[in-house]
């Protein structure tokens, strides 16, 4: 059973630091697409975090680009999403998702919550 499971999520003061983990399972993460995305309260997901199977990355909104990192760990079929300098704008629901090529509809977790208030 192909499944993506988020964590790492919770409440943190402006300035912290989280880092969010996507274990998947039921098929080689290592060979897809992994992504990160974001849904802000009341706005459309976007995507904050791409990696690609042969290791290259793109961080994609410019308010994320210098605090915000994705990586992958292939022995644990897991990626990471590396969130420094929190903002209380980053507040979201944190999704993860698989894609390649050929496929019809990506995979998706279910979503971890990210919280920045002081």
């Known amino acids: 059973q192909v499944q993506l499971v988020e964590s790492g999520g919770g409440l943190v003061r402006p300035g912290g630091h989280l880092r969010l983990s996507c274990a998947a399972s039921?098929?080689?993460?290592?060979?897809?697409?992994m992504n990160w995305h974001r849904q802000i309260l009341g706005k459309e997901r976007e995507l904050v975090a791409r990696i690609f199977p042969f290791g290259g990355t793109v961080v994609y909104p410019d308010s994320v680009k210098d605090r915000f990192s994705i990586s992958r760990d292939n022995t644990k079929n897991t990626v990471y999403l590396e969130m420094n300098s929190l903002r209380p704008e980053d507040t979201a629901m944190y999704y993860c998702?698989?894609?390649?090529?050929?496929?019809?509809?990506?995979?998706w977790g279910q979503g971890t919550q990210v919280t920045v208030s002081s």
């Open positions: 998702s698989a894609e390649r090529a050929g496929m019809l509809d990506p995979y």
């Open positions: 039921g098929f080689a993460a290592s060979g897809y697409t």
